[in-house]
């Protein structure tokens, strides 16, 4: 089991870039792989995560070349895949086995789909279900509630879909399956969810049409589209752990490059902005569909912030880091309506509640959220070294990296080999901004 011991350290100063988007490489591997011809999409993310959707439509018969800074997939169009002799595993990843669960459900053929345990443990009813409303054929552990899911191929039918969560996951899982369906598909979210999704399609040439929360798509069975070019962004969740770590870290100024600023997925850097962050947006520009920016951070003095349930869905995978600023800031955050993160890789209400409370933090665990006592600035001791676990959460395990940097004492994480699912390399870079300012792990 991988540790990681993490020195009080700082300030966080120069340049550095992060890992693609790991939710866009995900997309743009699948839709590479249904188009007619290559695609070649640079600046991936190379987490296991993606690497498990790479590997998976390699079993299903599509040639994907893979290089550090590219991939080169030649799609065999909507219909090109094959039945895999062997069941999927997506490993850690719950955006890979949902979206494919939708993909497959209207494929001519059987699938098994499966992951690691942390994946076996997650809902997958909230997406079998609407699914089955297609007409789809899916079996699973508790009627379907649990993976493995065995996925027989089966004719689709548009539906009229009303989600109870805002969730990408849900809703990307049911477009994917909409282009195979016979009649138009709509899909309504309570809030507008991450829409990476969308944005691909309308790259791709791929119909689809939003209304408010809504999007529908006009079903058909003969779909094409051809390869494309995509460069993709940074990914601001990666981006998020050191942005955090600039707010809080004394005396830091800090530029990352590159990144991805979709306007659902920037709910950190609103809440940020908020609570007294300095954080300057630069050099906007736009990648395969996606708006792109340098952002430049330098330390500030934060205060507490209230975060409800319309700002979730656009800070679901920046919670934990947000829990570490809110634990350093000037006074009372108050985070409500995030009762879907009990079930991310893991409760991550109730884990970043103990491991923030063993490194000194104040912090009250409610059914949907957290209040958080922040140390403030002034304080003496602002937070302490401790012994943690990661509970498997590659995001748990970097957002104690960075709080262990303001600790007044060496901080352990255990079990962080998980943050290879998402950031491969991220104690390096974090070792390399701290060599530059003088001060190492």
């Given amino acids: 089991m991988q540790s990681l011991t993490i020195n009080p350290g700082g ?32 600046g991936y993310c190379r987490g296991e995560d993606c690497l ?35 069941p999927l595993d997506c490993g850690n990843s719950g955006t890979g086995i949902r979206l494919l ?5 209207g494929q001519d053929f059987f699938t098994v789909l499966t992951g690691d345990e942390s994946v076996r443990r997650r809902p997958m009813g909230r997406v079998v279900r609407p699914l089955r409303e297609m007409g789809a054929m899916i079996a699973g552990r508790k009627g379907g509630e649990l993976a493995p899911l065995a996925v027989s191929g089966s004719r689709l039918h548009g539906i009229a879909y009303v989600s109870s969560v805002a969730s990408a996951q849900v809703k990307s899982a049911l477009l994917l399956a909409a282009l195979s369906a016979e009649g138009v598909t709509r899909i309504t979210e309570p809030y507008r969810s991450r829409d990476h999704t969308e944005r691909l399609f309308r790259h791709f040439g791929i119909p689809i049409q939003e209304d408010g929360s809504a999007v ?6 003969s779909v094409g589209w051809a390869g494309k070019e995509l460069p993709l962004p940074g990914d601001l969740s990666a981006a998020a752990f050191f942005v955090v770590g600039a707010s809080i870290v004394p005396g830091s100024d ?18 940020l902005t908020g609570m007294g962050a300095n ?47 809110a634990a350093l800031a000037e006074g009372e955050t108050a985070i409500t309506g995030a ?8 409760d991550r209400i109730a884990t970043m509640a103990i491991e923030l409370t063993k490194m000194g933090a104040a912090i009250t665990e409610t059914p949907d959220g957290l209040i958080i006592q922040g140390s403030g600035a002034r304080a003496t001791r602002r937070l302490r070294g401790a012994s943690c676990h990661s509970h498997g959460d590659h995001r748990v395990a970097m957002s104690l990296a960075i709080a262990g940097l303001v600790a007044d004492a060496p901080t352990r994480i255990e079990d962080a080999g998980c943050i290879d699912t998402s950031f491969p390399g991220f104690e390096a870079k974090l070792l390399e901004l701290l060599t530059q300012s003088g001060r190492g792990l």
């Fill in 279 to 325: 954080i300057q947006v630069l050099n906007r520009r736009e990648q395969a569909g996606e708006p792109v920016a340098d952002l430049r951070v330098r330390s500030a003095a934060l205060h507490g912030i209230r975060v409800g349930a319309e700002r979730i869905p656009e800070t679901i995978d920046e919670f934990p880091i947000l829990c570490v600023a």
């Fill in 101 to 105: 669960t939708g993909l497959l459900a």
């Fill in 339 to 346: 009762q879907e993160l009990r079930v991310k890789e893991s």
């Fill in 52 to 86: 498990n959707t790479v590997r998976a439509f390699r079993a299903m018969g599509i040639r994907i070349a893979e290089q550090p800074d590219h991939l080169r997939v030649s799609g065999k169009g909507f219909w090109g895949l094959a039945e895999p002799e062997h």
């Fill in 11 to 42: 300030p966080l100063t120069g340049t550095l870039s992060v890992p693609g988007d790991k939710s866009i490489t995900h997309r743009a591997v699948i839709l590479s792989a249904l188009a007619e011809g290559e695609s070649l999409i640079t």
């Fill in 254 to 271: 800090l530029t990352i490059t590159g990144v991805g600023i979709n306007p659902t997925r920037t709910g950190l850097l609103d809440a």
């Fill in 216 to 221: 529908v798509v006009p079903g058909h069975l």
